[in-house]
């Protein structure tokens, strides 16, 4: 399952600007490390660890979003985990 996100503040990686992000249903082995119920709310650095696993952002990237980008992407986190 995948879900396209547009970002409210669009991320710059070299000459290309990132301005939708797509994140990738979670699989178990890319949560290994982390508790899902941190997940579920939204620790910023449960997040930060597990979205360069399911989408093209890199950590630096993750440090770089808009607050509000953030808690969108979390929030699909939420969904993908409820089923």
Do not use: C
């Amino acid at each position: 399952m995948l879900n396209t996100i547009t970002l409210k503040q669009p991320i710059t990686r070299g000459k290309k600007t990132l301005e939708k992000i797509t994140l990738r249903e979670p699989r178990a082995g890319e949560l290994r490390g982390l508790e899902i119920l941190a997940i579920a709310r939204m620790d910023v650095n449960s997040l930060r660890i597990l979205l360069p696993r399911i989408t093209e952002l890199t950590i630096n990237e993750v440090d770089q979003l808009h607050p509000a980008d953030l808690t969108k992407l979390g929030n699909e986190l939420t969904v993908f985990l409820a089923g």
